[in-house]
Structures are given as structure tokens and as C-alpha cells.
């Protein structure tokens, strides 16, 4: 119990397999990491970003926090990020939120949770900058699955806001943002937008990406 025996046996047997399967796979993958993409996401057990997207370890670089939210002042965030464009210089970054998020829940329940009240205070400052939109949405699912969409599009609104983000877009850096959601009830991806590859294209992005959750919002209020 102490020492947490089945979790060191089930990596005993991960390691071993993954070493049949690839002899190479840890020498290669000791030497350096390559990875192509940076995953934004929540820090819920159930989203893990290598698994979710079927991918091997070095594949994706990944910063977690409580409802995959990027502050300007958050040195954690903004040091995975500017080391991940920088240094490993990964061509995308995917913002991925979840559907049946509790942080998005708590931040919308009205209830006192702690410490934690402060960070989803974040979240709670898109429902306010979207309170026209959201407020047609009742206070049920609807609510707060439309709210979990506009934080993603939010978030990757802060990313391409950041210092790090800006200047690799001016010194032609390949970079795009992408903002995903993910549905824990069926394990499938969506794409809430297109990619932003450019400065210019933050703005328009941004609000199509808008546009499109407020048209769902429509469509299913009058359906
Ligand atoms: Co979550």
C-alpha cells in the first residue's frame, strides 16, 4: 500500500511491452523530444492528452491546469509555452476543453469551493464578457457546455496574446492555434474553429468561433 506496488508492476509491464513492440523506442526517445504540438487541457483525469489522441510519449508537450485556462500572469503556463515554441518550436497548439468540465460547472454553481474560487474567477469573467449570449441559455447543460466552448475560444485568445505567441508570428515562425473541445460521454474531439496561423487572423477567428456557438445556442433554443 505504501509504496504503491500495482502502479510501479503496471509500469514494470508498460516498459517492458513498449520495448518489444520498439526496441529503439527508449534509446531514441531518451536522446531528445521532438514533439510537434503543445496541449492546453484540463487537468480532469479522464481528458489525458497523449492517450486521447492515440499518441506516444514525446509526441505531445502538455500543460494542465483546472479548466485549461491561460493567464497572462501565470509563469507556470507561459513557461511551458514559451518553452514549447521557442525551444522545441512546435508547430501547433491545441486548447482543449471538456464537456461536463467541473471546473466550468463550479465557476457557474454559485457556491463557495475555496482557494479554487479564485482561479475559476477566470472562467467566471468569460460568462460575464458573454452574459448576452449565455444569457439566453437558461441554467441548465446548455449553459454551461456553451460557456466550456467560449472558454476555449477565450484561451486561445490569450495565447495569441502573449509576448511569445506575437513574436514568433512576426519573425514567420510556423504557428498555429487550434481550439478543440472534448466529450467525455463518447471520447471524440471536436474542432470548435479554424486554426489561427497570424496576427490577422486572430480577430476574424475569434469571432467566427464566436458566432458559431451563438448561432447553436439559437438553434437549439428554437428547436
Ligand atoms: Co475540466
Request: charged fraction near 20%.
Amino acid at each position: 500500500m505504501r509504496t504503491l506496488k500495482n502502479l510501479l508492476d503496471r509500469n514494470r509491464s508498460w516498459a517492458d511491452g513498449t520495448r518489444a513492440a520498439d526496441p529503439s523506442f527508449f534509446a531514441e526517445t531518451s536522446k531528445s523530444q521532438h514533439p510537434q504540438y503543445l496541449w492546453i487541457g484540463c487537468a480532469d483525469s479522464r481528458v489525458p492528452a497523449t492517450t486521447v489522441v492515440d499518441m506516444k510519449p514525446g509526441e505531445i508537450f502538455v500543460h494542465r491546469n483546472i479548466a485549461n485556462v491561460v493567464v497572462h500572469t501565470d509563469l507556470n503556463c507561459l513557461s511551458v509555452l514559451q518553452y514549447a515554441v521557442e525551444v522545441l518550436k512546435v508547430e501547433h497548439i491545441i486548447v482543449c476543453g471538456h464537456y461536463g468540465c467541473g471546473g466550468v460547472k463550479a465557476a457557474l454553481d454559485g457556491q463557495r469551493h475555496g482557494l479554487i474560487d479564485n482561479w475559476l474567477r477566470h472562467i467566471q469573467d468569460v460568462a460575464q464578457k458573454h452574459e448576452g449570449m449565455l444569457g439566453g441559455a437558461g441554467s441548465g447543460d446548455a449553459r454551461t457546455d456553451r460557456l466550456t466552448e467560449l472558454n476555449v475560444i477565450e484561451q486561445v485568445l490569450n495565447v495569441c496574446r502573449t509576448t511569445i505567441v506575437e513574436d514568433a508570428w512576426e519573425r514567420g515562425q510556423s504557428l498555429c492555434l487550434h481550439s478543440w473541445i472534448y466529450s467525455i460521454e463518447d471520447g471524440i474531439l471536436h474542432d470548435l474553429g479554424a486554426c489561427v496561423a497570424s496576427l490577422a487572423e486572430v480577430e476574424p477567428a475569434y469571432e467566427a468561433a464566436v458566432e458559431a456557438i451563438a448561432g447553436r445556442l439559437a438553434e437549439a433554443s428554437n428547436g
